[in-house]
Structure formats: C-alpha cells, structure tokens
C-alpha cells in the first residue's frame, strides 16, 4: 500500500475496468479516477497498524463450514432455469459467437 | 388516520386473534396507506391481489383456530430478498427484467408464519449507499419533515420509510455496514440487525457476503421480536447460517437490565457528533443507569479503522458476488460484437454509479500486486476490530452507541463518496465483528427529526439486546409520529 496521491490514473482505470468487464463512458473517467484515489488514500490509513503476528479474519462466527454427500439435491427444472435469460435456444443459454 | 394504522405489529397480531378486526380489513387499510404515500416512493412493487388473497387465507386460519405466530400482518420487503414471481430488481437497473422462481428462506419463512405481504420496497442499488439515493428509480422520501426533503438513510431507505410513514406494518431490511440501523434512526423505527449467521442469506441478494445479515425494521422493540422470531433459524442452504436455536424473543421484552454492565465506548463520542445527539446519548446512559445497570468506560481502539477496513472488503466482496451480472442468464443484457464487449456493455450500462466505484475499488485491491497490500492488510485488522469487541464483552454485557453521529441529511446534500461512507462511522464496527445491533427511536432533535440510540450485544444474544432495548424504549416514551405519514 503506498501513501502516494493518485495512485490510480488512467492505465490503471482502464485496465481495472477491463478485468471488471465494465465499460466506463470517457466522460465519467476523470471524475472516477479523483473518487477512487480519495478512497484509496483514505484507506491507506490501515498501514499505521501494526499487524505482523495477525492471522487474516475470513469468518466471524468461526465455525466450520458444513459437509454434505456429493449427490444431486434438485433438477429437471430446465424452464426455471433458463426462464430469466435474455436469450435462449433448445435448452441453451445464448451469447455471441465466440469462435471465429 | 384509519384506526387500524394505530395498532403496531404485537397489538395488531392480538386484535386479529381476538377478532377485533380481520386481516383483510387491516391489509386494505395499509393498501389505502400505500396509495395515500405514494409520493415518497418507498414502494417499487405492490401486490395487492395477492395481499388480499392471503389476508383472506389468513381470516380462514383464524376462524378455523389455526392461526400463525405473524397471521394477518401486513409488511413490505426489501428489493433485496427474491420473492417467487415477483420483480426482484435490488434496486438496480440491471435487474429491472428479474422474476425470480424461488424463494428466499427468510421471506418464505415470514410467509409460512402467516405474515401477508404487501410489495416490495425500494433501496439503494445493490445496498450500496446510506442515503437512498443510489436506487435506479430515484431516491425515496423520509416522512419526517416532508418539507425539507430528508433522506431516509439507507440501504434500506424504503423499508424504513414504509413503517415510518404507517404504509407498513414492518419490514425486512438487511444490513452489512448499518443499512438497517442507520436508515431506522432517520426515521424514528426500531432496526434490529442479528448476528451474522442468525438469518439465512439464501435468496438475498448478496452483497458482501462476509458482512450481509437480514433483520427487521418495526415501530418498537417488542415488533422487533415478533417479526426475528420468524425470520431467524438455521438453513441448511446457507452453509454460514448458525444451527443454533433462538429462545422466544417475546420471553424477554420485560426481563430488565438490573445488574447488567454497560459499555460506554469513548471512542464513539469524537468531533462531528452533533450536540442533540449527544445530549440523548448522555440522557439514555441515566435510564440505564435508573433501572438497575452498571455503567462502565472502555474504549475499543481500534474503532476509527473500521470504515477504511470496510471499504476494502465489502466491495473486494461485492466485486466478486456482482461478476455474476453479465447478461447471460438474468438480467438487462445489452448487446456488443463480441463475448466481451456484450458483457462490458450490458455491466456499464447496467450498474448505477456508486455500485461501479465499488466494482473498480474491489477489482483494484483484489488485482495482482495489491492483493496483500489491501485485502489481506483489511482482513487482519478486521480481526484486531472484532479483538477489541471480545476483550469488552468479558467486562461488560452490551454497549451504548449513538446509530449515527447527525440526525438525517437533507437529499443531494452529500456528493462526495467519502462523506457519505462517513455516515456509517457507528454502526461499521460491529457488522465487522459480526455482532447483533439495534437502533432505537428516543427522542427529536431541535429541527424534529428522530435520534436514534444503539445497542450492540455479545454474538448471538439478541434475547439480552431485545431485553435492554426494551428497557431504553420504556422510558424514553418516543410516541411521536412524522408528518408524511398516512392519514
């Protein structure tokens, strides 16, 4: 984590926003690239704190995630399933061509 | 006002019992209070033919001696809970197409206690926001001081302001960094957000699935009970859900806090908190004092680390639990060329402004080279917060908070991102730690808009949360009702 201001620029917003696979308009960019470098820094503060013998905490409650049998719980509910999607086609989701 | 919309959620489940009025008569007058606050927006979606169907099933029940624990009560939901066949749309533009085909665990489980719902109920997009204000279809209206044009707080600004304004008899919320509380305090309710685990979050829209817990939003604390009893219980489809039973929350409303030990945590007093505030805080310190509790000093230190923490991992999280909207299998898609450009167009098209800040912000601090820099530095101080909770609670039995450092803001007034965050400041902690917390009403400010107090209790004690409450609520007598509300 650095102290540095404007960490993020406009590389670092269009690569982001490509791993996001979100499209930005070029308009909004600039105002983005000042709120994401305000958050940044303000939570930069976080490095004051000494935390070398800390162990991460992934789980509040601290309880051990359940097991169950590997086995089938529900199916043959193909209409249920594909009943929101944009487009669909003899039982399959449908995107745009992906091969060429 | 229709006499009907005086009987809050326990005097209401009573009269149906006894007969007093019919469930259809109460729903009506609620359907009537919808339409005659229908400028606040806090609706997105009613249902009324099918409130009236189950109003009339639930007349049957009561006639037949079959009655529910919640048979005949009217309440509205938060867009963020999947309700079968009925738009679901957590407020965002993406989902404005959503009819889902199942269920959520704790609706199902309000409806199989014969609760009748009314609608669903706005808030901001995806939950992300304090102020309501990031809701794809405007922002919604707080009843009190309808003049001045106050938020409702949020996320869960509508369901606050439904019960609010009398056009609910309560309503679910859910709540990650405040978004029960926060909202509950600007509108002078009660908002009770459980222990992380104690609500099922199946079929919840997530969030920040580390943090999200559902609760409910009601005019008191015995409601409060009432509607937590029902939604609460382990879920085996929620593999964080607690298999932990919950004594009946209705036991405890008369318990008292004699010889218990309240925490007055100095940390929650700094600059900013605005005067009014803390004279009610110092006023609800002597009530508990008054009625038998020890009050104790202690300090959490690391209390002001809590929203930089929280705002790298709820939207770390959110990021992950939001790549699920691409425009494949639900959702507004909006089409491009290839794969790719399909999906960046349907999510930049899709996703409101504050939830892409989130996207951006979580992406970045997940990415390649910041990972242990951000996320794992957030993780590790997450646990020095939720340190600081278990070295208090071996020394005290709860603590006294205000839910917010200023009464609600006006809309449009907090346009920068970081001041908005800012508002969170009291209730950020213990959703971090994952503990129980309520807001309660008790008292107006000098503009007469509500305050509200927190409590926060050790995990899984909402029946001493429920307990203490009760005793805050019996003397601060909070009977006032906000000017937007039905007639």
Same mark, same amino acid.
């Not at chain 1, 470098?37 to 992934?58: D, G, M, R, W």
């Not at chain 2, 738009?87 to 199902?108: G, H, R």
């Not at chain 2, 450009?341 to 409101?352: A, D, K, P, S, V």
């Given at each position: 984590?650095? /102290?540095? $201001?404007?960490?993020?620029? &406009?590389?670092?917003? =269009?690569?982001?926003?490509?791993? %996001?696979? *979100?499209?930005?308009? !070029? /308009?909004? $960019?600039?105002?983005?690239? &000042?709120?994401?470098? =305000?958050?940044?820094?303000?939570? %930069?503060? *976080?490095?004051?704190? !000494?935390?070398?013998?800390?162990?991460?905490?992934?789980?509040?409650?601290?309880?051990?995630?359940?097991?169950?049998?590997?086995?089938?719980?529900?199916?043959?509910?193909?209409?249920?399933?594909?009943?929101?999607?944009?487009?669909?086609?003899?039982?399959?989701?449908?995107?745009?061509?992906?091969?060429? | 006002?229709?006499?009907?919309?005086?009987?809050?959620?326990?005097?209401?489940?009573?009269?149906?019992?006894?007969?007093?009025?019919?469930?259809?008569?109460?729903?009506?007058?609620?359907?009537?209070?919808?339409?005659?606050?229908?400028?606040?927006?806090?609706?997105?979606?009613?249902?009324?033919?099918?409130?009236?169907?189950?109003?009339?099933?639930?007349?049957?029940?009561?006639?037949?001696?079959?009655?529910?624990?919640?048979?005949?009560?009217?309440?509205?939901?938060?867009?963020?809970?999947?309700?079968?066949?009925?738009?679901?749309?957590?407020?965002?533009?993406?989902?404005?197409?959503?009819?889902?085909?199942?269920?959520?665990?704790?609706?199902?489980?309000?409806?199989?206690?014969?609760?009748?719902?009314?609608?669903?109920?706005?808030?901001?997009?995806?939950?992300?926001?304090?102020?309501?204000?990031?809701?794809?279809?405007?922002?919604?209206?707080?009843?009190?001081?309808?003049?001045?044009?106050?938020?409702?707080?949020?996320?869960?600004?509508?369901?606050?302001?439904?019960?609010?304004?009398?056009?609910?008899?309560?309503?679910?919320?859910?709540?990650?960094?405040?978004?029960?509380?926060?909202?509950?305090?600007?509108?002078?309710?009660?908002?009770?957000?459980?222990?992380?685990?104690?609500?099922?979050?199946?079929?919840?829209?997530?969030?920040?699935?580390?943090?999200?817990?559902?609760?409910?939003?009601?005019?008191?604390?015995?409601?409060?009970?009432?509607?937590?009893?029902?939604?609460?219980?382990?879920?085996?489809?929620?593999?964080?859900?607690?298999?932990?039973?919950?004594?009946?929350?209705?036991?405890?409303?008369?318990?008292?806090?004699?010889?218990?030990?309240?925490?007055?945590?100095?940390?929650?007093?700094?600059?900013?908190?605005?005067?009014?505030?803390?004279?009610?805080?110092?006023?609800?310190?002597?009530?508990?004092?008054?009625?038998?509790?020890?009050?104790?000093?202690?300090?959490?230190?690391?209390?002001?680390?809590?929203?930089?923490?929280?705002?790298?991992?709820?939207?770390?999280?959110?990021?992950?639990?939001?790549?699920?909207?691409?425009?494949?299998?639900?959702?507004?898609?909006?089409?491009?060329?290839?794969?790719?450009?399909?999906?960046?167009?349907?999510?930049?098209?899709?996703?409101?402004?504050?939830?892409?800040?989130?996207?951006?912000?979580?992406?970045?601090?997940?990415?390649?080279?910041?990972?242990?820099?951000?996320?794992?530095?957030?993780?590790?101080?997450?646990?020095?917060?939720?340190?600081?909770?278990?070295?208090?609670?071996?020394?005290?039995?709860?603590?006294?908070?205000?839910?917010?450092?200023?009464?609600?803001?006006?809309?449009?007034?907090?346009?920068?991102?970081?001041?908005?965050?800012?508002?969170?400041?009291?209730?950020?902690?213990?959703?971090?730690?994952?503990?129980?917390?309520?807001?309660?009403?008790?008292?107006?400010?000098?503009?007469?808009?509500?305050?509200?107090?927190?409590?926060?209790?050790?995990?899984?004690?909402?029946?001493?949360?429920?307990?203490?409450?009760?005793?805050?609520?019996?003397?601060?007598?909070?009977?006032?009702?906000?000017?937007?509300?039905?007639?």
């Amino acid at each position: 984590m650095s /102290n540095k $201001k404007s960490i993020v620029d &406009i590389q670092t917003v =269009n690569k982001i926003a490509r791993l %996001a696979r *979100l499209n930005i308009p !070029e /308009n909004d $960019k600039d105002n983005l690239i &000042i709120d994401l470098n =305000n958050i940044l820094e303000f939570v %930069a503060q *976080l490095e004051e704190v !000494e935390t070398s013998n800390i162990e991460p905490l992934a789980s509040v409650t601290g309880h051990k995630l359940p097991l169950r049998i590997d086995e089938v719980t529900d199916g043959n509910i193909e209409d249920l399933v594909l009943q929101n999607a944009p487009e669909k086609s003899s039982g399959f989701f449908v995107v745009p061509k992906v091969i060429e | 006002m229709s006499d009907l919309l005086k009987f809050n959620l326990l005097q209401a489940e009573k009269a149906i019992k006894n007969k007093e009025f019919t469930s259809v008569e109460l729903t009506n007058a609620y359907i009537k209070a919808i339409d005659d606050t229908y400028s606040l927006g806090a609706y997105l979606e009613t249902v009324k033919e099918k409130s009236l169907d189950m109003a009339l099933k639930s007349d049957k029940n009561i006639a037949d001696g079959v009655a529910r624990p919640l048979e005949g009560l009217p309440i509205g939901v938060k867009d963020m809970f999947c309700t079968k066949g009925i738009k679901t749309t957590a407020s965002s533009k993406i989902l404005d197409n959503f009819y889902p085909t199942y269920e959520s665990t704790v609706t199902q489980k309000l409806w199989d206690d014969g609760a009748v719902m009314l609608g669903k109920l706005s808030c901001d997009e995806f939950a992300m926001g304090s102020s309501n204000e990031t809701a794809a279809k405007g922002n919604v209206k707080n009843p009190w001081l309808l003049d001045k044009q106050v938020s409702p707080g949020g996320s869960s600004g509508g369901s606050a302001s439904a019960v609010a304004s009398r056009s609910a008899l309560a309503a679910t919320g859910t709540d990650t960094g405040g978004s029960i509380r926060q909202p509950a305090a600007f509108c002078g309710i009660t908002g009770l957000k459980p222990t992380y685990g104690r609500c099922s979050r199946w079929g919840i829209v997530a969030f920040s699935s580390s943090l999200d817990q559902a609760g409910p939003l009601t005019r008191t604390v015995g409601d409060s009970a009432l509607m937590l009893n029902s939604m609460a219980g382990y879920d085996k489809k929620d593999s964080t859900s607690a298999d932990l039973k919950m004594p009946d929350l209705i036991d405890c409303l008369d318990k008292g806090v004699k010889g218990k030990k309240i925490g007055i945590p100095k940390e929650y007093t700094q600059d900013g908190i605005s005067n009014d505030i803390i004279k009610f805080f110092e006023t609800s310190i002597n009530w508990l004092k008054d009625a038998g509790a020890e009050i104790v000093p202690v300090s959490l230190p690391h209390t002001k680390y809590a929203l930089p923490v929280y705002y790298i991992i709820a939207p770390a999280e959110a990021s992950s639990n939001l790549a699920r909207y691409d425009g494949v299998r639900f959702g507004v898609r909006k089409e491009g060329q290839s794969l790719d450009e399909m999906y960046e167009l349907t999510r930049g098209n899709g996703f409101g402004e504050e939830v892409k800040r989130r996207i951006m912000i979580g992406t970045y601090v997940l990415s390649s080279g910041y990972y242990d820099a951000y996320y794992l530095k957030a993780q590790k101080v997450r646990r020095l917060i939720k340190q600081d909770f278990d070295n208090v609670f071996e020394k005290v039995d709860f603590l006294l908070t205000p839910s917010t450092p200023t009464t609600a803001f006006s809309l449009g007034e907090k346009q920068d991102p970081l001041t908005m965050y800012l508002n969170d400041i009291f209730t950020v902690p213990a959703s971090l730690a994952g503990l129980p917390g309520i807001s309660l009403p008790v008292g107006l400010d000098k503009s007469g808009l509500p305050i509200g107090m927190q409590l926060i209790a050790r995990a899984f004690d909402e029946p001493g949360l429920i307990s203490t409450a009760q005793v805050i609520e019996n003397y601060a007598e909070f009977n006032f009702i906000a000017d937007g509300a039905a007639k």
